[in-house]
């Protein structure tokens, strides 16, 4: 994966505006077998410096290549996350047992090294922003668990009972 890193030297204005545009295969490494990333990834943020805290505000847009959950045909879908993030040093990420959690904690992120690495913060806001259950359509009818066919495409005429074979014998007496 190419590095998508934000050099906070690079910093010096109480804000600052960062546009950049990666190409998809660049950031698909990461991801795994959940998506492909299909186009180009469109950052575009606001970073606002105050001493070694940094927010960064904006947005991600992308194209996401994913498997439909019923018949695994390709799907695709578009991403537009809006962002804003607080970025404090690892040195004041304390640790200190058990807390309750706030909602600003969960936009709260650490960097190291006076870098933020945009790559991992992208892949993290693709799997957030990823449906629960992609579909290719809404009345996709799924693969046949018979033969494994996909049934948008062909009707294989396999039949769909299953007998659970330990009722089998109250099956019988029902008959009866």
């Known amino acids: 994966m190419t590095a998508a890193i934000l050099g906070l030297q690079e910093i010096h204005d109480a804000e600052t505006r960062v546009r950049r545009t990666y190409a998809g295969e660049s950031l698909t490494e990461g991801g795994g077998d959940e998506y492909e990333v299909t186009g180009p990834v469109t950052l575009d943020l606001r970073v606002r410096k105050d001493g070694n805290r940094y927010w960064l505000v904006g947005r991600i847009e992308a194209r996401l290549g994913l498997a439909c959950c019923r018949c695994l045909e390709p799907v695709g879908c578009d991403v537009d996350v809006a962002l804003d993030l607080r970025y404090l040093p690892m040195s004041e990420n304390s640790g200190e047992g058990e807390v309750e959690i706030e909602e600003a904690d969960l936009r709260t992120a650490f960097y190291r090294d006076d870098q933020i690495d945009l790559g991992a913060l992208i892949q993290e806001q693709f799997r957030l922003a990823l449906p629960m259950k992609p579909l290719c359509r809404g009345d996709c009818r799924g693969l046949?668990?018979?033969?494994?066919?996909?049934?948008?495409?062909?009707?294989?005429?396999?039949?769909?009972?299953?007998?659970?074979?330990?009722?089998?014998?109250?099956?019988?007496?029902?008959?009866?």
């Open 144 to 176: 046949c668990a018979t033969c494994g066919g996909n049934r948008n495409v062909t009707d294989c005429g396999c039949v769909d009972t299953w007998e659970d074979p330990r009722l089998a014998s109250l099956k019988r007496l029902l008959e009866r």
